[in-house]
Every structure is written in structure tokens, then in C-alpha cells.
């Protein structure tokens, strides 16, 4: 039988829950700080490799709602690395083609990362190569209630009737407004849990949980991924043919 050809059959779109940084650094004897470092050089590699794969649009967990419970030296330090990255990598993403958007709730957020945030936002908009998408103080609860409250108050304000909310015009009240659902979700590091990510997204995804720690997640790990992908029978609900 001749082998199943999976040029056609790339996801389009890869959302990944980057989890494992702590242990990473932890089983080394070194600060969990060290394994989220290792963890963003990961990122640089990745997004790389993602247009020579077939993979237009990528989508990262960096900070959920729930890491404020953290120390506060891992949450300072996080936010420091994401700063970091949006100053060192502007150039490189905008010669290469790549949109950088962020998804989350921005409020609680310092001034000058939210600031860092809106201009590499605007500077890459027209980038059409590889969207990035970064979810930080994000949860797919929270994005629910925050496009139900916007909701309601057009709602309330007569801008839409109840009668037109349906799915498309919910979407349009999403963080991920104008993007794919996802078509594979894949998390590191062993747990098999979705912890709050793209729960509206995600609906028909397929889901990948492999043991690899995500400092250790190279390019090469995640092509044998995409290659899996393209083997799955995807129905959406459907018959097969
Ligand atoms: C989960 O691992 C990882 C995070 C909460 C942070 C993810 C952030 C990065 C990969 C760094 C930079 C990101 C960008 C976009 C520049 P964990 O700390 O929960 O690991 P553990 O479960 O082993 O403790």
C-alpha cells in the first residue's frame, strides 16, 4: 500500500500548553527561574520551524489565570522573561513575516509590558507568514465571562438583539477573534489535563499529551507530532466517507 501522503493533512493550526519548566530545572538542582529561561529559547526554536512545517498559526500558554498563585519571584520573573522576549525578538519576527497578538486579560498586567505588548501587536499586523499567538493571564473561563459581559452590555444597549447570538456572533466577543480553531493541541511534560485552555476553541481539536519536559521540546519532536496528525481521521462529527 503505498504510504499515506500527509502533505495535505498538516495542521494549520497548533496550540501548545509549554508545561514542565519547573520540573525541568528542579531535577538539576537549579532555580525553576533557569527552566523557564531554558523554556523560552525553546519558544525561539519552535516558532522558527513552525512556517517549514506547515503550520500557519501557533498559539502558546505562557501565564494562565491561575499562576498569580505562584511566588512572587516566579510570576516577577516570568513577566520579566515575556518583556524580554517581545524586546529581543521584534526584529527577527517582523523580517520574518510573523503576527505576534496575545490573548488573556490585560488589565492586571504591569503598564510597560502591556505597552510592549500593544506595539509589537501593531508593528507585526500585517505579517502573514505565521500567526503567534501568547496567552498570558489567560483562561478560557475568563474569556467566556468577559465576552458574556461585552454581550450583554451590547445587548443592553439594544446593538444586538438575543435572537442573533449565535455561534459566530459569540466568536466575535472572543480574545481569539479572527483566528482558526485549533486544529491539534499538544502538552508537554505528562499531565493529561486542558487546564482552562481554549475551552471554546478547542471544541473538535485533536489532543497530544506526550511526557517530554518543554525545555526539551525540539523542532524535530514536534514535525514527529505533526506527522501523527496526519494519520488521524478527523470527522467532526460526521460519518467517515
Ligand atoms: C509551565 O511549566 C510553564 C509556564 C507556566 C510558563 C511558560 C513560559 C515559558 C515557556 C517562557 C517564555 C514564554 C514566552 C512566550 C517567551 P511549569 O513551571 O508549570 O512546570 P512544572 O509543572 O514542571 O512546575
Keep these: 500500500m503505498a504510504a499515506k501522503d500527509t502533505s495535505t493533512t498538516r495542521p494549520s493550526h497548533v496550540a501548545i500548553i509549554m508545561d514542565g519548566n519547573g520540573r525541568w530545572a528542579t531535577q538539576r538542582g537549579w532555580p525553576r527561574l533557569v527552566g523557564h529561561r531554558r523554556g523560552a529559547e525553546r519558544v525561539k526554536q519552535i516558532v522558527r520551524a513552525c512556517p517549514d512545517l506547515g503550520v500557519k498559526y501557533l498559539t502558546l500558554y505562557a501565564f494562565s489565570t491561575e499562576n498569580w498563585k505562584r511566588s512572587t519571584q516566579e510570576v516577577l520573573g516570568l513577566m520579566a522573561l515575556f518583556s524580554r522576549y517581545i524586546e529581543r525578538e521584534a526584529d527577527r519576527l517582523s ?5 505576534l497578538r496575545f490573548i488573556g486579560d490585560r488589565r492586571p498586567l504591569d503598564g510597560r509590558l502591556r505597552g510592549l ?12 507568514r505565521l500567526t503567534l499567538t501568547v496567552a498570558i493571564n489567560y483562561g478560557g473561563r475568563n474569556e467566556l465571562v468577559r465576552a458574556a459581559r461585552a454581550l450583554a452590555a451590547d445587548a443592553a444597549a439594544g446593538r444586538i438583539a438575543p435572537d442573533a447570538v449565535d455561534e459566530a456572533a459569540l466568536e466575535g466577543y472572543l480574545d481569539t477573534v479572527g483566528l ?22 478547542s471544541a473538535y481539536a485533536e489532543y497530544e499529551f506526550i ?16 506527522d501523527r496528525f496526519a494519520l488521524r481521521d478527523r470527522r467532526f462529527g460526521a460519518l467517515t466517507a
Design 180 to 201: 482558526p480553531d485549533p486544529d491539534l493541541v499538544i502538552r508537554t511534560s505528562g499531565e493529561t489535563r486542558i487546564s482552562n485552555y481554549l475551552l471554546w476553541q
Design 117 to 128: 505588548m500593544d506595539g509589537i501587536e501593531k508593528r507585526t499586523a500585517a505579517n502573514t
Design 95 to 99: 523580517a520574518e513575516g510573523v503576527r
Design 211 to 226: 511526557p517530554t519536559l518543554w525545555p526539551d521540546f525540539t523542532p524535530a519532536k514536534l514535525s514527529e507530532i505533526l
